[in-house]
């Protein structure tokens, strides 16, 4: 079964909601993808889905060139990215001004088996994840999905 399709078949009305430390929550494993995140990343072995290292943290360093680098590789285009960028910051501010007002989805297996990660899976929530670990969020709303 294609990754898509595998997202598609996660029931995201089975979860329970908590509090959860950013630290926790690590980068979808996507095996489609894998060798196109996994050649930016910028820390130590084993820590590839440590949102610390992610193009989308980076960027928010002051780092852009990683972030457009991964969205090339998805095969996006330049507008796509700077509206997707626009968005990015907009979320920023927000959660810089006002907290969040979105929970980060989570998975408490992941989608696929993989020794990289270590942590609850993100399902929706990378950019706001990576916010979180800038402003330095000790805690983040977080629905965690069940998985059988």
Same mark, same amino acid.
């Given at each position: 079964?294609?990754?898509?399709?595998?997202?598609? @078949?996660?029931? @995201?009305?089975?979860?329970?909601?908590?509090?959860?430390?950013?630290?926790?929550?690590?980068?979808?494993?996507n095996p489609e993808r894998f060798?196109?995140?996994?050649?930016?990343?910028?820390?130590?072995?084993?820590?590839?889905?440590?949102?610390?290292?992610?193009?989308?943290?980076?960027?928010?360093?002051? +780092?852009?060139?990683?972030?457009?680098?991964?969205?090339?590789m998805y095969g996006r285009n330049?507008?796509?990215?700077?509206?997707?960028?626009?968005?990015?910051?907009?979320?920023?501010?927000?959660?810089?001004?006002?907290?969040?007002?979105?929970?980060?989805?989570?998975?408490?297996?992941?989608?696929?088996?993989?020794?990289?990660? @270590?942590?609850?899976?993100?399902?929706?929530?990378? +950019?706001?994840v990576a916010i979180s670990l800038?402003?330095?969020?000790?805690?983040?709303?977080?629905?965690?999905?069940?998985?059988?």
């Open positions: 079964m294609r990754f898509r399709q595998l997202v598609r @078949t996660v029931d @995201t009305y089975n979860y329970y909601e908590c509090m959860i430390d950013p630290n926790k929550l690590k980068a979808q494993y060798h196109m995140w996994v050649s930016l990343h910028n820390g130590p072995k084993g820590k590839e889905f440590d949102m610390k290292y992610s193009p989308h943290y980076r960027f928010l360093r002051g +780092h852009e060139e990683a972030y457009w680098q991964l969205q090339r330049d507008k796509w990215i700077k509206n997707k960028i626009n968005k990015f910051m907009e979320i920023f501010n927000s959660v810089s001004k006002n907290g969040f007002i979105e929970n980060i989805s989570a998975l408490e297996i992941p989608l696929v088996e993989n020794i990289y990660n @270590t942590g609850f899976e993100i399902y929706e929530g990378h +950019h706001r800038v402003l330095g969020l000790g805690s983040v709303p977080c629905e965690i999905i069940r998985r059988k």
